[in-house]
């Protein structure tokens, strides 16, 4: 299956479906392991004492 062939079937999913997919996909990205990795650097920089705003989080979850 082709990425546009997949495409055009999830936009034919109801909302629900989409919602379901959506925390699929996104648990498949927390399972990675560089995502662990940076999750426990940005852990042990926050017990340091560095902290960032609640914006900076948001672009960074974005990104990652």
Do not use: C, F
């Not at 495409?7 to 927390?30: D, G, T």
């Amino acid at each position: 299956m082709t990425m546009l062939e997949l495409k055009q079937q999830v936009s034919l999913l109801s909302a629900r479906e989409r919602r379901e997919l959506n925390a699929y996909l996104i648990r498949l990205r927390h399972e990675r392991p560089e995502w662990r990795r940076m999750v426990s650097q940005r852990m042990r920089d926050m017990d340091r004492g560095k902290k960032i705003s609640v914006t900076q989080l948001r672009q960074q979850l974005a990104r990652g």
